[in-house]
Every structure is written in structure tokens, then in C-alpha cells.
């Protein structure tokens, strides 16, 4: 896999474009005395929904989320935009329009695509979306690895390959 570095050797490097404010994601980041829901109510509360999307096709076109996650919503009123953020990031925000087609299936519109160039998304990626309530998600997002990315953490080790 020394060949393929995703985005990583066309000069883009991590948190262009958006600063975090802050470095201190790591591979060990987690607590051990914690369960790993407890790791996403550092700032959001906790996470009331989750799902999966596999990235298949144009990574930056419209994406289409769970119907399950747009059952849940549309229990309330249907959100317009939701607020995405990269997980273990409290900082950046991602403004993203949300539409439904006539059978009320649920995309991601204006501001992915901003979301996805900026962290490098390509088909096959998968992304672990966590609903906090209020517009609220985070995102995980794993390469074609089935490795996550982390692109405010310390970035010693991406320039060493």
C-alpha cells in the first residue's frame, strides 16, 4: 500500500483550509475505563442515532443518507441543514443543506462538497455518522483501508510514509 496515499502526496496537508484549534487527537485518544459512546458526549451530549454510509460513485455528489436516520428526523420537523463536524473536532463546522426527494429519502446537498474535498473523500470510504440531536453530527471517516483518519491529530507518522 506504499504506492497509495490518498490525497497525501499532492501537497495537500491536514486542516487546510479549516483550523481545529487544537492537536490532540491520537491513534490512543480513547479511555480504556470508557465505552466508546462516551467518547462522542465530550461536547454534543449523547449520540441519540448512528449509521453507516459507504461512499460508492462521486464521493462529492449529492450523498444519500440512512432512511432509518430520515425516519428518526422527520419524527420532529425535517431538518433543512444539518451541522457536520469531523469527529474528536469541536471547532469546525460544516453547513450542509439537506433535501428529500418525493419519497422522502434524505441527501446531503450544498456544503458537501466542500466537506468531502476538504477531507480527501473517495469511493469506498466509509463514514460513521453520529446524530446528537439539534443538527448536531459528527462524522468518522475510514479510508480504503478500513483505517480511520484522523486529520487534526498528530501527523508524524502520515509524513513518515
Known amino acids: 500500500m506504499a504506492g497509495r496515499g490518498g490525497g497525501q502526496t499532492r501537497g495537500r496537508g491536514r486542516g487546510r483550509g479549516h483550523s481545529c484549534g487544537r492537536a490532540t487527537r491520537s491513534p490512543s ?18 449520540v441519540l442515532f448512528e449509521f453507516i454510509v459507504v461512499l460508492k460513485g462521486d464521493p462529492h455528489g449529492i450523498q444519500r443518507l440512512s432512511e432509518s436516520f430520515a425516519d428518526y428526523v422527520a419524527g420532529d420537523e ?66 480504503e483501508t478500513r483505517c480511520r483518519r484522523n486529520y487534526h491529530g498528530d501527523n508524524a507518522e502520515e509524513d513518515d510514509d
Open 78 to 143: 425535517r431538518p433543512r441543514s444539518l451541522h457536520l463536524r469531523e469527529d474528536g473536532c469541536g471547532c469546525c463546522r460544516w453547513f450542509v443543506d439537506v433535501i428529500y426527494d418525493a419519497r422522502g429519502k434524505m441527501y446531503l446537498h450544498i456544503g458537501w462538497e466542500k466537506f468531502a474535498r476538504y477531507h480527501r473523500l473517495e469511493a469506498g470510504f466509509i463514514l460513521l455518522f453520529s446524530y446528537f440531536g439539534d443538527r448536531d453530527m459528527s462524522v468518522k471517516v475510514f479510508d
Open 29 to 46: 485518544s480513547a479511555t480504556p475505563s470508557s465505552s466508546s459512546s462516551s467518547d462522542m458526549q465530550d461536547e454534543e451530549g449523547p
